[in-house]
Structure formats: structure tokens, C-alpha cells
């Protein structure tokens, strides 16, 4: 399965970026989807996850309440909103997929998601 993470950029704090996971051949609703970030010289971090209906979502400490995690059927896109962005949240996002794993504290870390990958993109957060 091969992910196609988009929307990276440079944003001034404070401001909003959306990014967007997309697949070739492969219906993003048949999989729990993630979020992952990993800043320069920091461990891989989970940000958000979507279950396979989008009913069940959960967000990471550092986050919750600034970001949302959606998912279009029709165009088989995971979206990720990022509001009110500070410099802490500079970055590669990436996006990640697996039938098997439960979206929630638990299930979002890396190793849990060995459906695929996207090959990630650049929030940069500076003034």
C-alpha cells in the first residue's frame, strides 16, 4: 500500500494548515488511518488516528483540540486540520495505515500500523 501524504508548508504561529492522505488502488476506508510527525532528533510521534467509519477518533496530548482528523469516502482522503500552530508542532507528517489496529492511546504508535506509509510532509511553523 502506498500513501501519499500532502499540504506540508510554512506557516507563521498561530495559523492553520490542512493536510491531506491520499492512496492509489487501495480504499483508505477499509483501515484505521494516522497521523504521525517526528521533528529533527525526536522519536516518532502519534498525532491522531480515524477508525475505518470515522466514528472513533482520538488526538495526542500535544493536539487535542487544535487538530481535527476527518475522512472523505468519496474522494478517499484522511484529512488533518491544523489550527492555532506553534512552533513545537515544525515537523514531517506523515500518514499511515492498518486493518488491524484500533484507533485510540494504545494503538497510535508506529509499530502498530504496518499497512503502509506515506513518504511524509514538511510543516514548517516560524515567523
Known amino acids: 500500500v502506498q500513501l501519499q501524504a500532502s499540504g506540508g508548508g510554512l506557516v507563521q504561529p498561530g495559523g492553520s494548515l490542512r493536510l491531506s492522505c491520499t492512496a492509489s488502488?487501495?480504499?483508505?476506508?477499509?483501515?484505521?488511518i494516522a497521523w504521525f510527525r517526528q521533528a529533527p532528533e525526536k522519536e516518532r510521534e502519534g498525532v491522531s488516528c480515524?477508525?475505518?467509519?470515522?466514528?472513533?477518533?482520538f488526538y495526542g496530548d500535544s493536539v487535542r483540540g487544535r487538530f481535527t482528523i476527518s475522512r472523505d469516502s468519496a474522494t478517499n482522503t484522511v484529512y488533518l486540520q491544523m489550527n492555532s500552530l506553534t512552533p513545537e508542532d515544525t515537523a514531517v507528517y506523515y500518514c499511515?495505515?492498518?486493518?488491524?489496529?484500533?484507533?485510540?492511546?494504545?494503538?497510535?504508535?508506529?509499530?502498530?500500523?504496518?499497512?503502509?506509509w506515506g513518504q511524509g510532509t514538511l510543516v514548517t511553523v516560524s515567523s
Open positions: 488502488g487501495f480504499s483508505l476506508g477499509s483501515s484505521t
Open positions: 499511515a495505515s492498518d486493518q488491524f489496529t484500533l484507533c485510540g492511546r494504545a494503538g497510535l504508535v508506529p509499530y502498530g500500523f504496518l499497512g503502509g
Open positions: 480515524i477508525d475505518r467509519t470515522g466514528d472513533r477518533t
